[in-house]
């Protein structure tokens, strides 16, 4: 009887100990990332809307303000004048890209045959090609190039992402490896939330 005793009172012990140290994994394990929030899961975000290119998403408080405005490219007498360009952090940059391969114009297509025109193509500097999705819907293409060395850019991959928006292709700059990864985790976010509006 003693023994019994005994043995269903190590039982006992050995199941909370093994509750315990579910328990206490289970608080160490870093939560999944909140969708709302960008970089960081203690930090709000801010949200940049442009109606003219069409596009709405989420950034870092952490970043500089981006100036949600209505403003596109500037034409002057009928010509473009000055195309879209808006720094994003550090040398990062967002960009319309007017002219696909060939130099046709992307311009005001319907978003599919933008997307179609921008889709992987066989380049030569071309490292890494993916069609990506968003939980939003948006499909954009991630690109990585590898440039090699000039005097304008390090040596190594320069990282792009395009976006099909209508009216607008836009080029999301993340430039060197080096920026890219200082704020890998911030700019996945963003394109995670990455929305196009009308």
């Known amino acids: 009887m003693n023994k019994k005793y005994i043995t269903i009172l190590i039982v006992i012990l050995v199941l909370a100990l093994i509750g315990g140290g579910?328990?206490?994994?289970?608080?160490?394990?870093?939560q999944p990332m909140n969708p709302s929030?960008?970089?960081?899961n203690n930090q709000p975000v801010k949200t940049y809307t442009n109606k003219v290119i069409g596009i709405e998403f989420d950034y870092p408080t952490t970043?500089?303000?981006?100036?949600?405005?209505?403003?596109?490219?500037?034409?002057?007498?009928?010509?473009?004048?000055t195309s879209f360009s808006m720094p994003l952090i550090d040398v990062s940059t967002?960009?319309?890209?007017?002219l696909g391969l060939g130099g046709k114009s992307l311009d005001n297509m319907p978003i599919n045959a933008q997307f179609e025109a921008?889709?992987?193509?066989?380049?030569?500097?071309?490292?890494?090609?993916?069609?990506?999705?968003?939980?939003?819907?948006?499909?954009?293409?991630w690109k990585v190039y590898d440039i090699g060395i000039n005097d304008q850019s390090k040596a190594g991959p320069q990282y792009y992402v395009q976006?099909?928006?209508?009216?607008?292709?836009l080029v999301f700059n993340f430039q060197d490896k080096d920026n890219y990864e200082k704020r890998a985790q911030e700019y996945?976010?963003?394109l995670s939330t990455l929305k196009i509006i009308e």
């Open 63 to 81: 970043w500089p303000t981006l100036i949600s405005e209505d403003r596109g490219d500037i034409l002057k007498d009928g010509k473009l004048s």
């Open 163 to 169: 976006v099909a928006t209508g009216k607008y292709v």
């Open 118 to 141: 921008i889709k992987c193509q066989d380049i030569k500097t071309l490292v890494e090609c993916e069609e990506r999705i968003n939980s939003n819907g948006v499909k954009y293409i």
């Open 188 to 190: 996945q976010q963003l």
């Open 22 to 30: 579910v328990f206490w994994y289970l608080k160490q394990v870093k």
């Open 94 to 98: 967002l960009i319309h890209s007017s």
């Open 37 to 40: 929030v960008a970089g960081n």
